[in-house]
C-alpha cells in the first residue's frame, strides 16, 4: 500500500492530477464497499454499495490472499495485461520515436509537405495538414507533432493571410490526427490491439479509411477557408522548398523503419525463406496443406522469420535498422552522443510510462474486483431495453448510448493523455456498447477515437493550447477553432458504429454476444467492393456538405437557410435508410448544382459589368 502511494505521488508530478484523482476515487469506491459489506453484510443493499470477500462470518482477513492474488499474480493485476503491453509492445516504439526526434527527417518531411501542396489554395495549412499526418504516424503525441510541425507551418499559414486563430485550429487538428493515421499510430493503438486481442497488423488497416477520412475534411475545411478569404497557390518552388541530397537521406531514415514495420506486420511467418528468394538461398521448401515452409533458414532469416507478424519485434527490426541508417547522417557521425542522448530520453519516458500504466491498472483491478463496470453495463442496458421498442430496428438508443459514451471519454480524458483516456472509458463503458451489440472492436475503436480527440476539446484542449502558444491567439478560441476544423473526429466514430464495414476487418462485424462467434445481422464477414464504395461516395459528399457548413462558404456565402438544409441533407446522405439516403444524395446534387450555376452565372454577369465600364 505504501508503495502505490509513493507511485501515485509521483503520477501527479508526472502525468498530473486528473488521472491519479480518477484511480483515487475507484479505490476509495472499493475500500468503502468492503467496509459496507464487513458492517452490515449483503443481505438487502444495493448491489453498488458493498463488494464481497467471502462468505459468514464476514472476516476482512478471508480477502486477504484473494486481494493478493488479484494484485500481484493475477494477469488483471498492477504487473499484469498492462505492463505486458508497455514492456513488449509499446518500449520499442518509444525507442524508435527518440531516436527519430534527434534526426532531421522532420524539417524534411515538413519541406516536402510544402512542395506537395504549392499548387493548392491553402498552401501553409494544407502543408500542416500533410506533414502533421506523416509526422505524427512516427510520433504519436499531439503536443510534440504542435510544437514541431506547427513552429515552420504556422509562420507560413499566417504570412498567407490565415487567421492566428484558425491556424492554430488547423494545426492543432492535424496534429492530433497522427495518433489515428497508420501504420504507427501511438501507445493508445497498441493497447487497443491487446484490449480486443485483435493483431496490431489489422488495426492499422482498420484505421486507415477513417484517418483519410479525417484529414480530408481537414483539406476541404482549408479549401473553403482559403476561398472564403480569397488566397491564391504560391504556385513556383521557393527556396526552401528545394530538396537536397541531405533531405532524401533523411526521408530515407524516416520511411525506410516505416516500411519495415509494414512489411514484417504483413508477412506471415511460412512465407519468409519461400520463392524465388529462397531458392536464391538455397534453402529447403516443402508444401504441407498448399502452405509453403522453408526449412534450415541461415539464422539471421530464421530471426526475421520468428519475428514476422508481431508489432513488438517489428518495432525493434525497425530501431535497428534506423541505428545504421543513421551513420549516413555527417552531423551523427561527427557527434555519436545524440544516440547515446535519445536512448536515455526513451528510457526516461518508458519510466513515465510505467507510472501511468500503473496508475490505469490500480483503475482496472477495482473495476473488475467491484464488478463496478459489468453492474454499469447490465442495468444501462436494462433500462434501454424496457423502454426501447425497437432497438435493433431504428438504433435510436443505441446512438443515445454513443453520445453518452462519447460525453465519458471526453469528461475522462480532459487534462489527460490518450492512453488513460481511452482505457478508463473503455474499462467503464466498453462493456455496454458491447452489451448493445457493438462488435467489440469496433466499441473499443469508437473509445479510442474520443480519447484522441479529447486533446482538441475544451475547456482542456491540450493540443490547441500548445498551437496558441504559437500563434499568440486565444487558447480556448483556438480550441474551439480546432474542433470545428476536426469535427469529423466527433463524426466518424458514430459512422463506423452503424457501418462497421468502414473498418474493412472481420473483428468489426462479429457479434459479441454470439456464443458460436457469429457475424452480426446483415453482415457475413466478406468485403464487397462495390458496397464499400458506394458508402464512401455517400461519406465524401456528407463531408463535402459538413466542411462547407462549418466554414458558412462554398463558391460564395452560404446563407443561414442553405446552412440548415446542407445539414439536413448531410444527414439524409448517411442515414442507413435507403429511401433516405437516396432522396438526400439526389436534393444534395441539384443544390450543388444550383449553388454552383448560379454562383458562376453571377460572376460572369459581374465580369461583364466590369468590362462594359472599362469600355
Known amino acids: 500500500t505504501a508503495s502505490l502511494i509513493v507511485f501515485l505521488i509521483y503520477n501527479i508530478k508526472v502525468w498530473g492530477f486528473p488521472l491519479?484523482?480518477?484511480?483515487?476515487?475507484?479505490?476509495?469506491?472499493?475500500?468503502?464497499?468492503?467496509?459496507?459489506?464487513?458492517?452490515?453484510?449483503?443481505?438487502?443493499?444495493?448491489?453498488?454499495?458493498?463488494?464481497?470477500?467471502?462468505?459468514?462470518?464476514?472476516?476482512?482477513?478471508d480477502g486477504r490472499p484473494a486481494v493478493r492474488e488479484i494484485l500481484v499474480n493475477n494477469g488483471q493485476g498492477l504487473?499484469?495485461?498492462?505492463?505486458?503491453?508497455?514492456?513488449?509492445?509499446?518500449?520499442?516504439?518509444?525507442?524508435?520515436?527518440?531516436?527519430?526526434?534527434?534526426?532531421?527527417?522532420?524539417?524534411?518531411?515538413?519541406?516536402i509537405a510544402f512542395l506537395w501542396t504549392r499548387n493548392l489554395r491553402g498552401g501553409p495549412a494544407h502543408a500542416a495538414i500533410v506533414s502533421s499526418a506523416m509526422f505524427g504516424t512516427i510520433s504519436g503525441g499531439p503536443i510534440v507533432n504542435v510544437l514541431s510541425t506547427g513552429a515552420l507551418t504556422i509562420p507560413?499559414?499566417?504570412?498567407?493571410?490565415?487567421?492566428?486563430?484558425?491556424?492554430?485550429?488547423?494545426?492543432?487538428?492535424?496534429?492530433?490526427?497522427?495518433?489515428?493515421?497508420?501504420?504507427?499510430?501511438?501507445?493508445?493503438?497498441?493497447?487497443?490491439?491487446?484490449?480486443?486481442?485483435?493483431?496490431?497488423?489489422?488495426?492499422?488497416?482498420?484505421?486507415?479509411?477513417?484517418?483519410?477520412?479525417?484529414?480530408?475534411c481537414l483539406f476541404l475545411s482549408v479549401v473553403f477557408q482559403s476561398r472564403k478569404q480569397n488566397i491564391l497557390p504560391i504556385g513556383k518552388i521557393t527556396e526552401d522548398m528545394i530538396m537536397t541530397g541531405e533531405d532524401y537521406k533523411n526521408l530515407l531514415m524516416i520511411f525506410a523503419p516505416i516500411l519495415l514495420?509494414?512489411?514484417?506486420?504483413?508477412?506471415?511467418?511460412e512465407v519468409v525463406g519461400c520463392g524465388i528468394f529462397g531458392t536464391l538461398l538455397g534453402v529447403e521448401q516443402t508444401i504441407e496443406n498448399g502452405i509453403c515452409r522453408?526449412?534450415?533458414?541461415?539464422?539471421?532469416?530464421?530471426?526475421?522469420?520468428?519475428?514476422?507478424?508481431?508489432?513488438?519485434?517489428?518495432?525493434?527490426w525497425a530501431t535497428a535498422l534506423l541505428i545504421v541508417l543513421f551513420f549516413l547522417d555527417r552531423n551523427i557521425r561527427l557527434n555519436p552522443s545524440k544516440l547515446v542522448h535519445a536512448l536515455s530520453d526513451a528510457g526516461i519516458l518508458v519510466s513515465t510510462l510505467y507510472l501511468m500504466f500503473l496508475a490505469v491498472s490500480v483503475i482496472d483491478f477495482c473495476l473488475n474486483f467491484t464488478g463496478l463496470s459489468n453492474f454499469i453495463a447490465t442495468d444501462i442496458i436494462h433500462l434501454l431495453r424496457n423502454y426501447d421498442t425497437?432497438?435493433?430496428?431504428?438504433?435510436?438508443?443505441?446512438?443515445?448510448?454513443?453520445?453518452?459514451?462519447?460525453?465519458?471519454?471526453?469528461?475522462?480524458?480532459?487534462?489527460?493523455?490518450?492512453?488513460?483516456?481511452?482505457?478508463?472509458?473503455?474499462?467503464?463503458?466498453?462493456?455496454?456498447l458491447v452489451g448493445l451489440g457493438i462488435a467489440t472492436f469496433t466499441a473499443h475503436m469508437f473509445i479510442f477515437y474520443f480519447a484522441v480527440a479529447s486533446a482538441i476539446t475544451p475547456p482542456v484542449a491540450i493540443a490547441a493550447f500548445a498551437a496558441s502558444s504559437l500563434t499568440k491567439a486565444d487558447p480556448m478560441a483556438t480550441a474551439f477553432s480546432a474542433v470545428k476544423s476536426g469535427i469529423v473526429m466527433f463524426i466518424i466514430p458514430f459512422i463506423f458504429a452503424f457501418y462497421p464495414e468502414l473498418l474493412v476487418i472481420n473483428a468489426a462485424q462479429i457479434d459479441p454476444n454470439s456464443p458460436t462467434g457469429d457475424y452480426l445481422?446483415?453482415?457475413?464477414?466478406?468485403?464487397?467492393?462495390?458496397?464499400?464504395?458506394?458508402?464512401?461516395?455517400?461519406?465524401?459528399?456528407?463531408?463535402?456538405?459538413?466542411s462547407s457548413c462549418l466554414a458558412k462558404f462554398d463558391k460564395s456565402e452560404l446563407s443561414t437557410i442553405e446552412i440548415i438544409i446542407r445539414i439536413i441533407l448531410?444527414?439524409?446522405?448517411?442515414?442507413?435508410?435507403?429511401?433516405?439516403?437516396?432522396?438526400?444524395?439526389?436534393?444534395?446534387?441539384?443544390?450543388?448544382?444550383?449553388?454552383?450555376?448560379?454562383?458562376?452565372?453571377?460572376?460572369?454577369?459581374?465580369?461583364?459589368?466590369i468590362t462594359e465600364n472599362s469600355t
Open 20 to 61: 491519479v484523482a480518477v484511480a483515487l476515487l475507484v479505490t476509495v469506491y472499493t475500500f468503502a464497499t468492503v467496509i459496507i459489506w464487513y458492517f452490515y453484510g449483503a443481505d438487502d443493499i444495493n448491489k453498488y454499495l458493498i463488494t464481497k470477500l467471502g462468505g459468514e462470518p464476514r472476516l476482512l482477513t
Open 79 to 111: 504487473l499484469g495485461r498492462f505492463m505486458n503491453i508497455l514492456i513488449n509492445t509499446v518500449f520499442p516504439y518509444i525507442v524508435l520515436g527518440s531516436l527519430f526526434g534527434v534526426s532531421a527527417g522532420g524539417k524534411s518531411l515538413i519541406k
Open 156 to 216: 507560413m499559414m499566417l504570412k498567407r493571410g490565415f487567421a492566428k486563430i484558425f491556424a492554430g485550429g488547423v494545426e492543432a487538428s492535424a496534429s492530433s490526427g497522427g495518433q489515428i493515421m497508420p501504420p504507427v499510430m501511438g501507445v493508445a493503438a497498441f493497447i487497443l490491439s491487446a484490449m480486443t486481442v485483435v493483431p496490431y497488423r489489422e488495426v492499422i488497416v482498420a484505421a486507415a479509411l477513417p484517418a483519410v477520412a479525417y484529414f480530408g
Open 261 to 269: 514495420i509494414l512489411f514484417m506486420l504483413i508477412t506471415p511467418k
Open 294 to 316: 522453408a526449412n534450415n533458414l541461415p539464422w539471421l532469416f530464421q530471426l526475421f522469420q520468428n519475428s514476422a507478424g508481431d508489432a513488438g519485434s517489428a518495432g525493434w
Open 390 to 432: 425497437g432497438l435493433t430496428n431504428n438504433g435510436f438508443f443505441l446512438f443515445v448510448a454513443l453520445l453518452v459514451t462519447m460525453g465519458m471519454a471526453i469528461l475522462l480524458g480532459m487534462g489527460m493523455p490518450s492512453v488513460p483516456a481511452y482505457l478508463n472509458v473503455a474499462l467503464l463503458m466498453g462493456p455496454m
Open 521 to 546: 445481422p446483415g453482415y457475413d464477414g466478406k468485403f464487397y467492393i462495390w458496397s464499400l464504395l458506394w458508402l464512401l461516395a455517400r461519406l465524401s459528399l456528407f463531408l463535402y456538405l459538413i
Open 570 to 609: 448531410a444527414g439524409l446522405v448517411i442515414s442507413n435508410s435507403e429511401f433516405y439516403f437516396t432522396v438526400g444524395i439526389v436534393l444534395s446534387f441539384c443544390l450543388l448544382t444550383w449553388h454552383h450555376i448560379f454562383i458562376n452565372s453571377k460572376l460572369s454577369k459581374k465580369e461583364n459589368k
